[in-house]
């Protein structure tokens, strides 16, 4: 079974940083591209971050180049989305998603909050 289970989210202020991780397994973790979304009340899901096998290439939604970077380790089958710079419309519940046998597989969610 694929199970994707976030972690790392939690309240910082305007400025500051988080790493949130994604711990990954039922799947061929090493040749997926993974990514990150995020959805925040009352708003559609969007793409955050994606990184591809290997880490050959990554892209970014265009409010967060700069500010987060995306990585993974395909020895622990986990990835990772730091976050710096936080803004207050960062906040969101971020989900680690993968693309696997036709089918789009989500994690719980990590909540981050940015405020003062």
């Known amino acids: 079974q694929v199970q994707l289970v976030e972690s790392g989210g939690g309240l910082v202020q305007p400025g500051g940083s988080l790493r949130l991780s994604c711990a990954a397994s039922?799947?061929?973790?090493?040749?997926?591209?993974m990514r990150w979304y995020r959805q925040a009340p009352g708003k559609e899901r969007e793409l955050v971050a994606a990184?591809?096998?290997?880490?050959?290439?990554?892209n970014y939604e265009d409010s967060v180049k700069g500010r987060f970077t995306i990585s993974r380790d395909d020895a622990k089958n986990t990835v990772y989305l730091q976050m710096n710079s936080l803004k207050p419309e960062d906040t969101a519940v971020y989900y680690c998603n993968v693309f696997y046998v036709r089918w789009n597989y989500w994690g719980q969610g990590t909540q981050v909050t940015v405020s003062s």
């Open positions: 990184i591809s096998s290997a880490g050959r290439s990554t």
């Open positions: 039922g799947f061929p973790f090493s040749t997926h591209d």
